[in-house]
């Protein structure tokens, strides 16, 4: 059974960069998305990548975050540079590429346990 563990959340300031990693054990090829959710905000989805490298961002994000992956470690990273405040939120990523639920995580699927973003002004 896939697990997923997320790491590499924190605080930052506007303008500044992290990057949260997604750590797969018990597959070797699972595609990979990003979601978000702020409160009072519905999930988001961030970005995605499939195991040939195949990749989508959300409009939001384009042209600030960037997704790879390391096959080898079974990690997918997500780069986010520029980061603004209204990018504040949990982070979960996940082996569904396509959730569009309201919620996130949902009940069902594998998701990781989520990791806190906090951009300041």
């Known amino acids: 059974q896939v697990q997923l563990v997320e790491s590499g959340g924190g605080a930052v300031q506007a303008g500044g960069s992290l990057r949260l990693s997604c750590t797969a054990s018990?597959?070797?090829?699972?595609?990979i998305g990003w979601y978000r959710q702020a409160p009072g905000s519905a999930c988001e989805f961030v970005a995605s990548i499939d195991f040939a490298g195949g990749i989508e961002y959300g409009d939001s994000v384009k042209g600030r975050f960037t997704i790879s992956r390391d096959n080898a470690k079974n990690t997918v990273y997500l780069q986010m540079n520029s980061l603004k405040p209204e990018d504040t939120a949990v982070y979960y990523c996940?082996?569904?590429?396509?959730?569009?639920?309201?919620?996130?995580?949902?009940?069902?699927?594998?998701w990781g346990q989520g990791t806190q973003v906090t951009v300041s002004s």
């Open positions: 018990g597959s070797t090829d699972p595609g």
């Open positions: 996940s082996t569904d590429r396509l959730f569009m639920g309201i919620s996130c995580p949902p009940s069902f699927g594998v």
